[in-house]
């Protein structure tokens, strides 16, 4: 087979080929936008002993590569669709009989193939779902999108995609979906993480190997806060020994033994905030840094009794917990 040089925008050539075998004359049919380009790929699959059509790759490792010849059978309009080529190409493969075995090596009608049955279709749909993906498989195909960059053409082309799937079925989240959304960010807020006290047992628990899932399931916590915790581990335990105390609002510090007993009776910090009407992260901070916030107030001589300012809408008394 003799080599065609890469195709540019002054040589590409929509067109019918064939490759024929100059020992038997048995010939293979096909047709393509890109004449060229769609050799090249013959001749790499052929001389790398893939290609798709095994009747032909068994001749060329039979009578060699010297063997076959390419050429064009007839020249198409650049406008004509890859349907429009593939029904002139059936014209070809009926006139040479190319899907007989002794007169070519053409496997199928093109026609033929194109239509597909609703049967057909349903079975496809049923195989595609069924099939598992192995961890090796995934592996393979990881390896081979590593490092792949796409080409500003592709990138245009998937922005396209994107904006014409959002205009048709335009997404809004779900309650469920906000729910979880919520559970993943909670635990740090105004760059303050607020879980501090459950650090040590997270790290004592991941190192004898229980899954995030599990640590999750335990504290009812989401596992995606759990591991953010653990993989900044060392940042977090430097922000705790360095952090100054000094700028705490201590409006709220008569309750902070009611809430540290309630949280413990496993009362979340919600239904606390809830009962109190003070804010989520108000709750978490007096409750996580309890004992930093009682020792600073005592330095400070704060009285507890004193009225909050401002004063929560707390009920009268002290209330129980459900």
Known sequence: MKHIKKSN???????????????????????????????????????????????????????????????????????WTTKRLLQEEQIYINYYNSTNPNCGYNNQLKTDNSIISEETKERMMKNRKSSIITPKEKQQISKRLTGR??????????????????????????????????????????GEYCYTQYLEEWKTLKDTFMSYADISK????????????????????????????????????QYIDEWKKLHKQGMSYNKIRNLYKVSCITVIKYITNYEQI???????????????????????PTPTPP
Request: with cysteine; aromatic share 8%.
């Open 9 to 79: 925008k002054k040589n590409i050539i929509s067109a019918i080929y064939a490759i024929i075998n100059t020992t038997n004359n048995k010939i293979y049919i096909g047709s393509s936008s890109n004449c060229a380009k769609r050799f090249r790929h013959h001749q790499s699959e052929l001389r790398n002993g893939n290609h798709h059509n095994l009747h032909l790759l068994n001749a060329y490792n039979k009578y060699g590569e010297d063997a076959f010849v390419y050429m064009i059978l007839q020249k198409c309009p650049k406008k």
């Open 218 to 253: 335990k504290y009812n916590i989401a596992s995606s806060t759990i591991e953010r915790y653990l993989k900044n581990y060392d940042k977090i335990k430097e922000k705790m020994q360095t952090k100054k105390w000094t700028n705490i609002n201590y409006s709220y510090i």
């Open 149 to 190: 960059v796409l080409t500003n053409e592709e990138k245009l082309q998937r922005s396209k995609t994107m904006k014409k799937r959002r205009k048709e079925n335009p997404r809004t989240a779900s309650p469920e979906l906000k729910t979880k959304l919520s559970d993943v960010h909670k635990g740090y807020k105004n």
């Open 294 to 316: 009682k020792e600073q107030s005592k330095h400070q001589n704060i009285n507890p009794d004193l009225p909050p300012s401002p004063s929560p809408s707390s009920p009268s």
